[in-house]
């Protein structure tokens, strides 16, 4: 059966019985529908409960797939299965990849979060709010240079982009104010997906109402005639803006198919944002559960760096163990192995992708942090695979797993659950951030390229080397940086597979983001806005006459 084929079987319990199962009383959510609500935030603080925090994140993803959400809701369910009270949190999904190629951000198979058609397509609305706030934002800012403009905010500057939650390719590069006088002033834009607005970060890395609405006021939307940022509090709508958004700063408590409770809140993605969900919901299981199973967006140079990095300075807790997702194919994928191959046994390209593992273990332990890894299995595997993963990972002084969450759910993947419950009760993670935030961008970038990457050398373009001299007059060098690439492989050309060494990163610009706090570096040819492929997963899908939904995965 399809994902969204066992998903319809589920009798899910109605959202007010999976609040009381965290010990949420009716007037501490918002219900949307039978089993969909919103929690009113700020939750009370539970001293009983134990706040333990576990990172699941990946090796590079490939064309293979490595099922690291399936992974982190089996894991959750198995966790509650051997009497360790868990709550999930997870990102939400953006309907670009639900309709593109990647599909949705539910899990799979039996280790789904539900309502998995409603969560992957318009939930409870974030993402249409976010979209709403952005380009109002983008509108008052043009009909600010049209009627008034006292602060000589130059049409050539401004970074400001409107947005959609669809990848499509024909609007990252637009020209706007055509036709006249009375349309506005004619400047050369684009859009971004929503995922990568400023906006989802500044949701994702809000404490609350109060600190949303402070960065949404840093936020820079341009510069003047004579290069002087201009803010969105400068401009006089950081209010409007916040108002969109005071709704889908909430937090979604949500089910998976063995009824785990699931906070599902914010999406940025990791190869061109932070990729981590909000920290509002994040410290709402923290604070609801004695365990918090949480993820980080595509491999672990991408989603897991940028957790560690970005996010856990405003979380205020670092993770007490990691898991790092992968899988055969993966691994024989990244070791050369042709796609069409995967389903036979290759022990050459296996030993060779290994090394691509190891890198992802090495990065993680960089941090001071404990590692376990999950081997997401397919019927393909054969035992002489799974030993060679498993005696790698042993011969690292790292401990194994492997898991069956799509088949099995959480029963596949209690062997992974007593792993963690073991490393975070008798390891104590001794976190090491990867850089010194005082250090310059130029330096932060250096040391996660080589550090982190493998890269022997940083390539800054000449824009990028004059936006590093103004971030040093504007004194902006504190803040921590995020590396927009490739999700395929460590360097910033996705064809470069594996774990290669003593290549040269490029950085063609750089994206202050003060609202987000943190400053986005653009390596190679990343887009902010994806495309479809050619056979975009929308061909599939299909709805009856009963409004069942067939073909979304």
């Not at 492997?402 to 659950?417: E, H, I």
């Amino acid at each position: 059966m399809t994902d969204i084929e066992i998903a319809s079987q589920v009798e899910m319990l109605p959202i007010t019985e999976i609040a009381k199962k965290i010990g949420l009383q009716a007037d501490d959510i918002e219900q949307y529908g039978k089993y969909k609500a919103k929690l009113a935030w700020p939750l009370a603080y539970r001293p009983d409960k134990k706040h333990k925090l576990v990172l699941v994140t990946s090796i590079n993803p490939t064309p293979a797939g490595e099922g690291k959400s399936t992974v982190l809701v089996g894991l959750g369910d198995a966790m509650n299965q051997i009497g360790r009270q868990t709550v999930i949190a997870m990102r939400e999904p953006s309907m670009g990849p639900v309709f593109g190629i990647k599909g949705g951000a539910t899990g799979g198979g039996y280790s789904q979060v539900l309502p998995m058609e409603d969560i992957n397509l318009h939930f409870t609305g974030d993402m249409h709010a976010l979209t709403a706030a952005n380009n109002t934002l983008a509108a008052l800012i043009d009909n600010y240079i049209m009627r008034d403009n006292s602060l000589g905010l130059d049409p050539r500057r401004i970074q400001w982009k409107r947005v959609e939650d669809v990848n499509d390719r024909a609007l990252r590069n637009v020209v706007t104010g055509l036709g006249g006088v009375m349309q506005g002033v004619p400047r050369e834009t684009g859009f971004d997906i929503t995922a990568a607005s400023e906006l989802m970060a500044v949701l994702c890395l809000a404490t609350d109402l109060v600190d949303l609405k402070r960065r949404v006021g840093r936020i820079v939307v341009g510069y003047t005639y004579d290069s002087e940022p201009v803010t969105v509090a400068q401009l006089g709508f950081t209010d409007a803006v916040t108002i969109l958004l005071k709704d889908a700063l909430k937090p979604n408590l949500v089910q998976t198919i063995a009824h785990t409770p699931t906070i599902i809140h914010g999406g940025p993605f990791a190869n061109i944002a932070h990729g981590c969900n909000s920290v509002i919901a994040t410290r709402a299981a923290m604070q609801l559960a004695d365990y918090t199973v949480t993820e980080a967006g595509f491999g672990a140079d991408l989603g897991a760096e940028k957790f560690l990095d970005i996010k856990v300075p405003v979380l205020g807790k670092t993770p007490d163990a990691v898991v790092i997702v992968a899988t055969v194919r993966a691994l024989e994928y990244n070791g050369g192995a042709k796609l069409a191959d995967l389903d036979r046994e290759n022990l050459l390209e296996l030993k060779r992708g290994l090394a691509n593992l190891n890198r992802h273990i090495t990065n993680v332990q960089r941090y001071g942090l404990p590692v376990v890894v999950a081997i997401n299995h397919f019927a393909s595997d054969t035992d002489r695979e799974l030993a060679v993963i498993t005696e790698n990972c042993q011969s690292l002084g790292v401990d194994v797993a492997v898991t069956d969450a799509w088949a099995q759910g959480g029963a596949g993947t209690l062997a992974l659950a007593k792993k963690v419950v073991q490393l975070v009760e008798e390891t104590k993670a001794e976190f090491t951030p990867l850089y010194d935030y005082q250090a310059s961008p130029r330096a932060k970038v250096e040391t996660i390229a080589k550090k982190y990457y493998g890269a022997s050398e940083v390539e800054f373009s000449r824009k990028a080397e004059k936006q590093l001299e103004q971030f040093a007059r504007l004194g902006w060098n504190d803040l921590p940086i995020c590396i927009a690439k490739t999700q395929y492989s460590f360097t910033d050309d996705q064809t470069v597979l594996g774990a290669p060494t003593g290549f040269k990163f490029h950085i063609r610009e750089f994206v202050p983001k003060l609202g987000a706090g943190f400053i986005v570096a653009l390596a190679g040819n990343m887009m902010t806005m994806p495309g479809l492929p050619a056979r975009p997963a929308a061909v599939g899908m299909t709805i009856d006459a009963d409004e069942k939904i067939t073909g979304l995965f």
